[in-house]
Structure formats: C-alpha cells, structure tokens
C-alpha cells in the first residue's frame, strides 16, 4: 500500500480522521495636562490636598497639628542636602517673575540660600496660621524670622501670607493683629496674603461672610502700611466666595488676587489676577525638596502662561517577539500624546521597516517633537524567532498544523544541519505508523515488530512494534512492512 499524496495533506487528513489534534485556536502573536486638575489648590493648610474636605462634601473634623504647612503638602520633613542640582532649568515667560513661597517645611539647615537666591525673583514666606482647636490659637511659623532674615540679607523682594480659618469678620481682624504683630520692624517689598482654603470652618461659611472676612483682614493690614492681597485657588474664588463684591471693594480699595491652578499652562481664571501658582513640585539648586513656584506678573494683571518644556509620550511600546516571515507594521498600536498639543501628535519610527523574512533582533527608535520644540526619544527591541523548521514558512497553509502537531510531540522532522519538515514529500507507512502511535500514546518499551525489512535499529521500530502489538497493522501477505 503506498501513500502518493503529499506529507503535509496526509497528515492533516489522518489527524483529522483519528481525532487527535485539536484544530481549534493556533498561534497567537505579539502585535500601547492632561485631564485639567481639580481646581482645588494643594491645600495649602496643616492638612495636605489628599485630606482636603472638597466644599461640596460633609465635612469632618481634623485634629490640630503642631505646625502647620501652607502651599506645600504636609510630610515628615525629608533629610535633604543643603545643595542639590536641578533636574531642569525653569523657563520664565517674558511677561513674568520666578516667586518661591516657604513655610516651616522648607528646614533653613537643608537651604543654600546663596544659591536659592540667584534662581528666584522674589519670596511669599508664611508669618502663621490659625489652628484647628475651637480656641483658633493664632501660631507663627517656626522659620519664619530665619527665612526672613536670610532672604533680606540677600536682597531678595519679601512677601508674606497668614493661613486663615477665620468665619467671622472679628476672627479675620485677630488674624490680621497677628500678622501684624508678628511684622514688627520689618519690610515687605511684596503683599501681605490672607490665604483663605480651610476646608472646615470655612467650608461652612456663606460666601458673602467670607468675602467680608478676607476684606477685613485686607483692610487692618493695609492701615500699617502693607500692600495686601488673597489667595486661593480658582475653585475657592468661584464657589466660596463673592467675586462681585470683591471687585466692587477692588475699585477703590487696590489688593492683588494670588490664584492657585495646577495641571494647566494657564489658570482657567478670567479675572484679573497677579499672581499664579502652577507647582507644588518645583525644583532649584540649593534645596533637595519640592518647591512651590508661582509666576507673578512683571506689569500688573496679565495672562500668564508656563513655557512649554514637557516633551511627549509614547505609548504601546512593549517589545515584540514575531515569527519569522510575520507581517509587521512598526507603527501599528502606538501613539503619541502632548500634554499641550494633544493627543495622536505625529512621530517617527527609524529604521522605517524591518525584513521579518530573516530571524535576529532589531532595535527601533520612536520619536516625537512637540510644536515648542521638546522632543521624546524611545527605543522598543523586535526580535524575529525563526520558525520550527526551515522549509516550513509561516505563509506556508498548512504552518499552524504543522506547528500544532509538533509542539505535541507527534513529529520531529528531519534533523541535518537544518532541522527540514519536507512538506511535499510523500508520506511513508514508517512515519505514518510513528505519527499514529505517538498519537495514541502508545507504550513501546519492550514491544517487538516481526517484519524483516524493519531492523530494529530503525527509528521508527518501536512505534511500528507498539502498533503491531496493539494488532492494528499486519504488514503484507509476505510478512514484510514495506515502510
């Protein structure tokens, strides 16, 4: 009995026919600001922005720290050096000064102030805060006659702010005595702030309460000679307070709004403003910690926007295993997103293709360049896996089959200085017999196969003995296999 249709048709035909194989599935092959902040600020007070109480929500109360921080969120102070180098020079629009503003937080010991001073226009330093206790104890901030001696000495312009829990019109007039007790012989060359963002007692007062509460302190403070001014966030001003009655009482009564808006290249604010803060995580030579960075305006109100300086990403760049003689498109499943231009910007992709017919391992370079000129570069390695065997190409019809029953341990092929399936060959009764067999599981050891022309040498004599004794093959009438 002889066998003349090809070995990879004969095949598929006895696994189907045995039931054996299962056809289903195959080879699966490998093919990855931003949304606006919440206008809520940092939370400039003892409690950090994650434990802020947002002015929509019920409120609970939160135990009085010792001390407390203003812009910067609250952590145990970190062991920084007194120098370190920044990762990245700020670029300051034309339009605007560089101000820094510190409290207790910022450890004058990890501060060189020499070099601070060089990088920053000016300094908003915290003069104290009211607790939370239901005493309203009026606190001075533990560093500031250090950081303000420190930065008079250097020339730097000074300014200052009090973090208020104030509800009340009287309660805003105390806050202010203090400040301005706590002012005594010094010069400001920058607004005193009434930084108003408690999310306790001043999340539950009415806006118009608030708003004459922030006047008052304005009003006191403006009597001993300082310029004054409020900050908040953009949230706190539209929702918590009266921005009509603050611009009648700024007609005739000059103060400066200082706004808080992170994640944005803009505060999303149409009213006049001097000053914005854009960062909690600012960095300069000569402090190892985070910085609030604010921009103020060099000529009064005015639109200010941050430069531009965070290059793109690229997504979907997970490296690639392929097998040989797979389709690539290099450019498939990737994208490149601007946090200013947008999503799906353009970019490139060098070497612009690879030949996939040819196993070995490619490096590929992603690059995007954003409309301000920063450019992101990344590189993604595609390696090309040569296929089981060599005459067998992953274009060839029947390769998921043939794979299939190879990775059962049905077939091994023809083992050379090239590991060849011969796909075209006939197929013989000595590796049908083995294919059978291996399929069924059977056990050779200790079988034996009676046909002459099969020595036992044969490699394929124990799946012909195993099917022999099994009583599925008899041979020919003259006692031979023919195989």
Not at 25 to 30: E, W
Not at 198 to 213: E, V
Not at 357 to 384: E, F, M, W
Not at 408 to 432: D, H, I, M, W
Request: glycine content about 8%.
């Amino acid at each position: 009995m002889f066998f003349k249709k090809s070995l990879s048709l004969i095949l598929l035909v006895l696994l189907l026919f045995a039931l054996i194989v299962p056809m289903a599935g195959g080879f699966a092959y490998a093919g990855e600001m931003t949304g606006e902040e919440s206008f809520q600020s940092q939370a400039g007070g003892p409690n950090p922005q994650t434990d802020a109480i947002s002015v929509n929500e019920p409120e609970t109360e939160i135990p009085d720290p010792v001390t407390a921080s203003f812009f910067s969120i609250q952590t145990t102070e970190t062991d920084f050096p007194a120098a370190t180098t920044s990762t990245e020079q700020l670029k300051v629009p034309d339009n605007a000064l560089l101000i820094i503003d510190l409290c207790e937080w910022q450890n004058p010991e990890k501060i060189n102030y020499d070099l601070l001073c060089r990088q920053i226009s000016g300094v908003i330093l915290r003069i104290g805060f009211t607790g939370y206790s239901s005493e309203k104890n009026k606190v001075t901030d533990q560093h500031f006659e250090r950081h303000y001696a420190e930065f008079k000495k250097r020339g730097v312009e000074i300014g200052g702010y009090w973090f208020s829990r104030a509800n009340s019109v009287e309660e805003a007039e105390d806050e202010a005595k203090a400040t301005l007790q706590l002012l005594q012989g010094k010069e400001f060359e920058l607004p005193v702030y009434w930084d108003t963002e408690d999310p306790y007692y001043q999340a539950k007062t009415g806006r118009q309460l608030l708003t004459d509460a922030g006047i008052a302190y304005m009003e006191t403070v403006r009597e001993a000679g300082y310029k004054v001014g409020i900050y908040a966030c953009v949230n706190w001003y539209l929702n918590r307070m009266d921005i009509n009655r603050l611009w009648e009482y700024h007609a005739e009564n000059f103060f400066e709004l200082w706004v808080a808006h992170y994640g944005v290249y803009s505060p999303q604010f149409k009213h006049n403003y001097w000053m914005w803060q854009f960062s909690n995580e600012g960095r300069l030579d000569g402090y190892g910690g985070y910085l609030d960075f604010n921009l103020r305006a060099k000529k009064g109100p005015d639109l200010l926007e941050k430069i531009d300086q965070t290059p793109p990403v690229i997504t979907g760049l997970s490296d690639l295993e392929l097998i040989q003689g797979m389709e690539l498109n290099l450019k498939e499943g990737i994208r490149a997103d601007d946090d200013k231009d947008g999503k799906n910007i353009p970019f490139d992709v060098s070497p612009r293709m690879i030949d996939t017919r040819q196993p070995g391992t490619h490096l590929i370079t992603y690059s995007a360049k954003d409309l301000a000129g920063n450019v992101c570069s990344y590189t993604r390695t595609v390696t090309i896996k040569p296929t089981t065997f060599t005459d067998v190409p992953i274009a060839y019809w029947a390769y998921n089959f043939i794979e299939n029953i190879y990775r059962q341990g049905l077939v091994q092929g023809y083992k050379g200085s090239e590991r060849e399936f011969r796909p075209e060959n006939n197929l013989t009764r000595e590796q049908a017999a083995t294919v059978i067999a291996r399929a069924a599981n059977l056990t050779t050891e200790g079988k034996e196969a009676s046909f002459p022309d099969v020595p036992a040498d044969n490699p394929c004599y124990p799946f012909i003995a195993a099917l022999a004794d099994k009583g599925a093959i008899n041979g020919f009438p003259d006692g031979l296999f023919r195989g």
